[in-house]
């Protein structure tokens, strides 16, 4: 499987590298989705790392930091709605 072509446009890259720097150095950066803290996040989910979301949600503005739990959380509901709306005939 290919890697999505957004992920190595070296725009992309520029933001994420800066994005997660900042997002590290400061522990009271939340995330878009869930709006815990990487410590609060941990809680549940200790591996849990930052990730540099894009604007796939409706009302996203530009990038923001996410956990990568929840940023491949939207990914999956985003393939599964796709697939209801396929098996729907829609
Ligand atoms: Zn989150």
Do not use: V
């Amino acid at each position: 499987m290919s890697r999505s072509t957004k992920h190595s446009d070296p725009h992309f890259k520029r933001i994420r590298n800066a994005m997660n720097r900042e997002s590290y150095a400061n522990p009271g950066t939340r995330c878009r989705r869930c709006g815990l803290t990487l410590a609060e996040r941990r809680m549940t989910k200790p591996n849990d790392i930052w990730s540099c979301g894009h604007p796939d949600a409706p009302g996203d503005r530009g990038y923001a930091p996410e956990h990568r739990s929840c940023n491949s959380q939207l990914a999956a509901q985003q393939t599964n709605d796709k697939r209801i709306g396929f098996n729907a005939g829609l």
